[in-house]
């Protein structure tokens, strides 16, 4: 079996057996890894917090023919201020979900580029939300960055269906046009066609455009945000084969009295 070492962020983790845990994480260099941890659920086990969702490690491997197998994991940080916010835990686990649902497993050859665009995203992410004012907003700017570095750039210069430029008057977002359609376009629009304001139009563009941290400064009201977050729920559900499961803990912690802020308890 070859050794590598390799940075990741782990998105999503699995018990296997007795005492065993499946981890998938992201590395720059290898793309969407997923690897046995042995032994990992056993308490006094040293792969316990290196195992634990969003913690951002180095990882010794062994390649294997089905699963990679861990040897020894450095953690560099867990992000614990994540952990101890639930509404922000519920959002950084819909974006680990999310890009794990999007992404292929390995994909090293010949997309190192891509991979690390990615794992840079999902890094710079996490560090945002950890300190974040508004962090509907920042995922949403996750969301739209996320698909054009996976090559789901959503038009919005012009009409995706005719290519007419936006003057004025009505506009709509349509997912399988793969973006913006003028008025005339937007009645011939699939079932997933949502009307938008201007308003709305203006704020995702500037979330494509802007880093994580200059996000917050966004001045959007709640009629804004939901339109931007119809349009692209509309434009990542018809890019997947699969119901995220953290969509349902989202939206409960949300509705939750004080939108759910408390603290909690890693795993």
């Known amino acids: 079996m070859a050794l590598y070492r390799t940075e990741g962020i782990v998105l999503k983790t699995r018990n296997l057996g007795e005492a065993d845990r499946i981890v998938t994480f992201y590395s720059p260099t290898k793309g969407k890894v997923r690897a046995v941890a042995r032994g990992a659920r056993r308490p006094r086990s040293r792969f316990v917090s290196s195992t634990q969702m969003f913690a951002h490690a180095d990882f010794l491997v062994f ?24 509404v922000k835990l519920a959002f950084a686990s819909y974006a680990a979900e999310l890009l794990d ?33 508004d962090p509907e907003m920042l995922t949403r ?20 269906r005719c290519g007419a430029a936006h003057s004025g008057g009505e506009v709509g977002f349509d997912p399988e046009a793969g973006g913006l359609v003028c008025g005339g376009c937007l009645g011939r629009g699939g079932p997933g066609a949502v009307r938008l304001s201007r308003g709305a139009v203006e704020i995702l563009k500037r979330l494509l455009q802007l880093d994580f941290d200059r996000v917050s400064r966004l001045g959007a009201g709640p009629g804004t945000r939901a339109e931007i977050e119809r349009a692209m729920r509309a434009h990542l559900d018809f890019r997947l084969d699969r ?25």
């Open 63 to 86: 390649s294997g023919k089905s699963l990679d197998n861990i040897s020894q994991v450095e953690v560099k940080t867990s992000f614990p201020r994540l952990h101890e916010d639930l």
């Open 141 to 160: 700017a996750f969301e739209i960055k996320l698909s054009s570095i996976l090559g789901y750039r959503p038009v919005l210069d012009s009409c995706a």
């Open 243 to 267: 119901k995220l499961q953290s969509l349902e803990f989202l939206a409960a912690v949300k509705a939750a009295p004080g939108g759910g802020r408390k603290a909690v308890t890693p795993e």
């Open 101 to 133: 649902a999007m992404v292929e497993e390995g994909g090293e050859s010949g997309e190192s580029a891509g991979n690390e665009a990615i794992f840079g995203l999902l890094v710079s992410y996490l560090r945002a939300l950890s300190d974040a004012r």
